[in-house]
Structure formats: C-alpha cells, structure tokens
C-alpha cells in the first residue's frame, strides 16, 4: 500500500505500509510515518491486492481517498475510513 500526504515545505511524501485490516468501509494501516498524520484529514492511498486475495491471476491496485480517524503510536500505524466503499476504488495498471 502507498499512502501520499502533503507535508509543509515539501510537495508530497509516498509512504508505504501495511494494511493490518481491511474492509469495505476502512482499514488500520501500519506505516513508519505515522506521525505525519492528523485524526480528520483526507489523504489518498493505493492499495495492491495480492491474487490469493482476490482470485485473479494477478495483483490489482485499487486507488482512492480516506479520512485519518486516529493515528495509533502503539501500533505504529492509523486507521482510517474510506470516503467509498473500497468495491468504488478506482482499479489501476500494475507495472
């Protein structure tokens, strides 16, 4: 997964994570930045589903918008709540 934030003096930072859990309506992402989020902000991530998980023959990456609920240090990662359901994200071309 690759979360983009905008960090003041800096245009945008692609961070990468791991999706912990995952449904329709969020997911609790653990990422190293962690601490660049804010509980209430929107932020855009992509996530790439492997074939074991989908049933395709390859990964698919699916692209959309989230709002920050609550960044959690202990888990080192955030939990956030999509602003679609993720069966809405946007498929995208794996390279």
């Known amino acids: 997964m690759t979360l983009r934030k905008r960090v003041p003096g800096i245009l945008d930072v692609l961070l990468?994570?791991?999706?912990?859990?995952?449904?329709?309506?969020?997911a609790f992402i653990k990422t190293e930045g962690y601490h660049?989020?804010?509980?209430?902000e929107l932020t855009e991530l992509t996530l790439f589903?492997?074939?074991?998980?989908?049933?395709?023959?390859?990964p698919i990456g699916l692209h959309g918008s989230a709002i920050v609920k609550r960044v959690d240090p202990l888990r080192?990662?955030?939990?956030?709540?999509?602003?679609?359901?993720?069966?809405?994200?946007?498929?995208i071309?794996?390279?």
């Open 36 to 40: 660049f989020f804010e509980p209430n």
């Open 76 to 91: 080192e990662g955030i939990a956030v709540e999509f602003t679609k359901e993720l069966r809405q994200f946007i498929q």
């Open 16 to 26: 990468e994570g791991n999706t912990l859990e995952l449904s329709q309506g969020g």
């Open 49 to 58: 589903l492997p074939p074991d998980f989908t049933g395709k023959d390859t």
């Open 93 to 95: 071309a794996m390279c």
